[in-house]
Structure formats: C-alpha cells, structure tokens
C-alpha cells in the first residue's frame, strides 16, 4: 500500500495542497512537503520539508527512468536527503537517507502508477493556485502522459 500527501507550508504550518487557498508569493520557492508512507514505512514527512513542487519535478523523471529499468537517485533540492529508486525485476526498492536510511519494497507498476498519479493531481493543482503561471507546469504533466499507459488505473488518473 502506497500513501502519497503533498503539503504547502504557510504561516499556518502544512496545508494539504488540496486544501490550500493562499498565494503563492515566491513561485520559484515554493515551501512545501511530502509525506510518503510504503507498506507502512515512512519513508517522507513533514520533518524533510523543501521545495516541494521541485521534489515532484525530480520524481516525475524518477519515475520515467524507473519506467525503462533503470536506477533513479537523487537529493531534495535544498536539503541534504537522498532518494533512491532501485528496480528490482517487477518491484522496487525505495531508499531514503536522512539521518540513516530507510527502506521499502512494493510492486513497481503499483508504485509508478500511484506516483505519477499523485504527480499529475499536485501539478494540476498547483497550476490552479493564485501566484503561479497557469502553464508552469505544462513540462511536468508531459512528461508524465509520457509513462506507458499501463502503469495508470484510467478511472484515477486526471482525478
């Protein structure tokens, strides 16, 4: 089971980007947070916050080098937190080093599927917010309708 949150950080502290209705006042910058949970491990939480539209912009080409076999890594933008995506024949493993690392398995179609689909659903989002260009983030979207369609459930996706 994968569980996929995405936060804007506000003077009111982690807003779910869902519920979020302020302005973005720095679209360069945007403050934010993820929290990822696999199987039960948390691998991301509030504590690990960043740039989060950034973070979402690395994983979105995780995903498509996952998608081809091959292996991902990468650091928050602005903190020191490495993410890897090792595949791993039909799963993946998912390591994130933050203070020691933490590890998950989970099937990999299961998991590029419900990334990509909480990618979309954020950057569709956030392209809605006061602040930001309507089309920031065109590229990211495109690159994620670029992901073989069978890593998407059609009902989910475009949610």
Known sequence: MIEVQSFIKSEQGFVDVFAYDGTITDSDY??????????????????MWDYVDQLWAYFTSGLLALAKGDVFETCFPDQP??????PLREQVLVSVDC????KA????AEFIGEMATQAHRFFARMATLKGIDRHAYDHEIRQLAALPALYFKAARYGE
Do not use: C, M, P
């Open 30 to 47: 945007i403050d934010g947070a993820l929290l990822l949970r696999i199987n039960g491990v948390e691998l991301i939480n509030q504590s």
């Open 81 to 86: 937190v490495t993410v890897r995506f090792t």
């Open 99 to 102: 203070h020691g690392e933490v």
């Open 105 to 108: 398995v989970v099937d990999k």
